[in-house]
């Protein structure tokens, strides 16, 4: 059955395929009409905990799209999604999407310190959190908690402590816990990893990866919480993770160096970080390393024609990889209108808005994809079969090392290693390196001229 097609029938079944619908014509109001006076739909109603610019950009069209037909297709009939509740901080933007006649059935809109608990309460099956990557983990623990399905932006949380309390949550309520790392959908960085584990590239050596974000992104649109943060938890975590997850799993994690600028968005002594360089080293079977160099910023000018920009290379023995956002896609001037409200060099392979060639508005891209997966994997695990084969479901999707917190670890010991050391750095100590199981501990940061290492966790990586 082609993924847009779905059948329903007189009586309420779809084991006879009669009337054949395409799901990119149904408008919402009819869709859910149909389906629920047919009782055909199962549904399944998430919360969103944060609505800014991530929601914004890749959550809305999700659900959006959802709003137009089923996620998933089983035996026992289609499953679709619904937006039941949001909590944020104030609700405003949330308030505003919905007063402006917006594509979605009404939702609940919390806000406030007690906006989660209600969100909770108002009876979702899973949680989609988009905040701050500071403000991951207490929706996410509370959450997993209630038994709740659950989807955290990358990256997941910022210590091993933290990772190891959310999969243990979530073992003992037998619900998913998964992160959002969209640039793992990207197709040139699938097409790497197809390579590589087909063995067209053999034995990653080394390499270098950069995103530059403009200045309107630290100093406007995450200029409420960016105090004591740096660019390289935020985004570097992509790359940490397209490299442990493309030339894994048979290698170890060795240790983690990086420095850093300061004073364009904070003061040049304090802990708000301009940009960083962040060094990842990995150990293969046969003793050789591979090192990779992560640059992060945000302030780059505002005009620089990337808007952000972004490439990676990658060296092995018998080849280099080498992509570049702005060399492999468009450019474009519109008089009055770039590089402001369109960019120079737009990815239309993260998120595009496209008239289709058979008439159809669309919104698409990698960075939905990763999202409306997450809703087939829910969708799956509930309603793919019997109840009595739940745990079974539950097991093989658990099993999805892309986005399973499960195989989080190498990338939270990063965030956790580089937190740390810039830590040190801003309080007047640079030069720390966090060796990751060595004869201290599982994660232990070495500082020049300390007497005795720190153990930042004690338990294997």
Known sequence: M????????KRGSIS????PILAD?????????????????????????GFGMIFEETYRPAFEAAARAPVAQFDAGPVSVRLAAVASRTGSRAARYLSRGAALPAFANFSGPGALAD??????????????????????????????????EKPSVLSLPELDELHALA?????????????LADPDH??????YQDGTLRHVNNGYCSLLEPKSISGGQFAEWITGRNPATYVACHYTKLIDFSFGPNWALDRITATGQRGIVGPASGNTWDSVQLQVVYRHPDAREAAFDIHTSWVTPDNFPGYVDQEVQFRFDNAVWAAHQRKRGVELTVENRTPDELKNTPNYHYNGTFL??????????????????????????EHGGPASGRAERLAQTRALAYND?????????????????????????????????GPHGGLVLYEPGAAEPFVLYEGPV
């Not at 082609?2 to 029938?9: I, K, P, R």
């Not at 006879?16 to 009337?19: A, G, P, R, S």
């Not at 919402?28 to 905990?49: C, D, F, K, Q, W």
């Not at 409306?372 to 969708?379: H, L, Q």
Request: aromatic share 8%; hydrophobic share 45%.
């Open 2 to 9: 082609s993924d847009n097609v779905y059948y329903v029938t």
């Open 16 to 19: 006879h395929c009669v009337y």
């Open 25 to 49: 014509h149904w408008v919402t109001g009819n869709y859910h009409a149909i389906m629920e006076s047919a009782s055909l739909s199962s549904v399944l109603r998430l919360g969103m905990v």
């Open 119 to 152: 969100l909770i309460t108002h009876g979702v099956d899973a949680v989609c959190i988009a905040t701050p990557d500071d403000r991951h983990f207490e929706p996410a623990r509370t959450a997993l908690a209630a038994g709740k399905h659950v989807l955290i």
């Open 171 to 183: 073992s003992q309520n037998a619900v998913l816990a998964k992160v959002v790392y969209h640039k």
């Open 190 to 195: 699938k097409k790497l990893r197809t390579l």
């Open 356 to 381: 289709e060639p058979w008439g159809e508005r669309a919104q698409r891209g990698y960075g939905i994809e990763v999202i409306e997966r997450f809703f087939r994997e829910v969708a799956f695990v």
């Open 405 to 437: 917190l499960s195989a989080d670890r190498n990338s939270v010991a990063i965030v956790q290693a580089l937190e740390a050391i810039l830590a040190r750095h801003a309080a007047g100590h640079p030069n720390s390196v966090v060796r990751v199981n």
